[in-house]
């Protein structure tokens, strides 16, 4: 089976590598993902000359490379002009890989050979009205989590085809345990200014924990954007990938999540298979697959002073942190990249 997973463009981000991870898993299929050199948000959407300039200057410099992932060991990428029949007509399933490749892939291959996978919705958007009307296009649809699928149920008329979560790449994440009784513990946070990921409330909890912990807590920070120049102190470490990455988490004892709404949210399971303990909202992937105070600790959205005593009171019970780290990983061993592939597959063949 010849398989495309159209992306809207080239560009870091959980979403995107997530799609790698469960493509570079689809044994015994041709797979290919394609990036348009054209931004298909450019023909739609609001202020569309930012987003066709943005488009075409990111298009230019990275083409179809991929630095931020190894993928080539099962996954061809691909620079197409832009979505049309004439590029897309030779794969047996096209999968529209976010909203912005939804109706042109639908409009490029017909109803038989797309299939929408939808890995968040962004309701609180300016251009939400056209996503909402995107989501009635009579094709299967895959949601990544069965919040999405509810929505999907709200705006079609029927939930998704398949509920198909993220997973997780224990091999590259794993640890072998931490150092409770460490006098300074390492909190990892991974920011963004995307306006879900609620880093107004990170950067009052940080602050906050800082303040009254002083030395016995390090604060490091990861990211895309540039460094947000917050005023307390912790290391920045700007776009890590591979191994530095996976190093974060290893040497991490704490992850703080404060979304307010995600699709998925890879970094919490990504913390759990390094043996993190994570404090987050209960977004995503951990609102359904996760417990509260087994798997990981569930923080209220927006509620600072709560939040910090919560962290504070789990800050030296050594006992609970490693039970908590013991269950977290022993939950994303269960959270697989092949069985995830092996689900899509299954999918897949039986249309």
Same mark, same amino acid.
């Given at each position: 089976?010849?398989?495309?997973?159209? &992306?809207p463009? !080239?560009v870091?981000? @959980?979403?995107?590598?997530s799609t &790698?991870?469960? =493509?570079?898993?689809?044994q015994?299929?041709?797979?290919?993902?394609?990036?348009?050199?054209i931004?298909p948000? =450019?023909?739609?959407?609001?202020g569309?000359i930012?987003?066709?300039?943005?488009?075409?200057?990111?298009?230019?410099?990275r083409?179809s490379r991929?630095?931020?992932?190894d993928?080539k060991?099962h996954? !061809?990428?691909?620079?197409?002009?832009f979505?049309?029949?004439?590029?897309?007509?030779?794969?047996? #399933?096209?999968?529209a890989?976010?909203?912005?490749?939804?109706?042109? #892939?639908? !409009?490029?291959?017909?109803?038989?050979?797309?299939?929408?996978?939808?890995?968040d919705?962004?309701?609180?958007?300016?251009?939400? #009205?056209?996503? %909402?009307?995107?989501?009635k296009?009579?094709?299967?649809?895959? =949601?990544v989590?069965?919040?999405?699928s509810?929505?999907?149920r709200?705006?079609?008329?029927r939930?998704?085809?398949?509920?198909?979560p993220?997973?997780v790449n $224990?091999?590259?994440?794993?640890?072998s345990?931490k150092?409770?009784?460490? +006098?300074?513990k390492?909190?990892?946070?991974?920011?963004s200014?995307?306006?879900?990921? @609620?880093m107004?409330?990170?950067?009052?909890?940080?602050?906050?924990?800082?303040?009254?912990?002083?030395?016995e807590?390090?604060?490091?920070? &990861?990211?895309?954007?540039s460094?947000?120049?917050w005023?307390?102190e912790y290391?920045?470490?700007?776009?890590?990938?591979? !191994?530095?990455?996976?190093s974060?988490?290893?040497?991490?004892?704490?992850?703080? @999540?404060?979304? +307010?709404?995600?699709?998925?949210?890879?970094?919490?399971?990504?913390a759990?298979?390094?043996?993190?303990?994570?404090?987050?909202?209960?977004?995503? @992937?951990?609102?359904?697959?996760? %417990?509260?105070?087994?798997? /990981?600790?569930?923080?209220?959205?927006?509620?600072?002073?709560?939040?910090?005593?919560i962290?504070?009171? /789990?800050?030296?019970?050594?006992?609970k $942190?490693?039970?908590?780290?013991?269950?977290?990983?022993?939950l #994303?061993?269960?959270? =697989?990249?092949n069985?995830r592939?092996?689900?899509?597959?299954?999918?897949?063949?039986?249309r």
């Amino acid at each position: 089976m010849k398989i495309a997973f159209v &992306f809207p463009y !080239n560009v870091w981000g @959980g979403a995107f590598r997530s799609t &790698f991870e469960l =493509a570079n898993h689809l044994q015994g299929s041709s797979v290919t993902i394609i990036y348009p050199f054209i931004p298909p948000s =450019a023909l739609r959407m609001s202020g569309s000359i930012q987003y066709l300039l943005r488009g075409i200057v990111r298009s230019l410099l990275r083409g179809s490379r991929v630095k931020w992932i190894d993928h080539k060991t099962h996954v !061809n990428t691909q620079l197409i002009p832009f979505i049309s029949k004439k590029y897309l007509s030779k794969y047996d #399933v096209v999968i529209a890989n976010h909203w912005h490749t939804w109706r042109p #892939v639908f !409009n490029a291959v017909g109803k038989e050979k797309t299939i929408l996978f939808l890995r968040d919705v962004e309701q609180w958007s300016n251009y939400s #009205v056209l996503q %909402k009307d995107d989501i009635k296009l009579p094709v299967p649809k895959i =949601a990544v989590s069965p919040w999405v699928s509810d929505f999907i149920r709200q705006y079609s008329g029927r939930p998704a085809d398949l509920v198909l979560p993220n997973g997780v790449n $224990l091999q590259r994440f794993n640890s072998s345990g931490k150092i409770w009784t460490a +006098k300074t513990k390492i909190i990892l946070l991974c920011y963004s200014e995307h306006k879900m990921k @609620g880093m107004d409330y990170a950067y009052r909890i940080l602050q906050k924990l800082k303040y009254r912990l002083k030395s016995e807590l390090d604060i490091r920070i &990861f990211g895309f954007p540039s460094d947000p120049c917050w005023n307390f102190e912790y290391t920045y470490i700007k776009k890590p990938v591979g !191994n530095e990455l996976a190093s974060l988490y290893q040497s991490s004892h704490f992850f703080l @999540g404060t979304s +307010k709404q995600e699709g998925f949210f890879n970094p919490p399971f990504e913390a759990m298979a390094s043996k993190c303990v994570v404090f987050s909202t209960i977004v995503g @992937g951990l609102a359904y697959l996760a %417990k509260n105070d087994h798997d /990981y600790v569930s923080i209220p959205f927006n509620k600072t002073d709560e939040t910090v005593k919560i962290l504070c009171e /789990y800050f030296n019970q050594y006992s609970k $942190l490693q039970e908590l780290s013991e269950n977290g990983y022993n939950l #994303v061993k269960t959270l =697989a990249w092949n069985e995830r592939a092996k689900n899509l597959k299954v999918f897949l063949d039986a249309r």
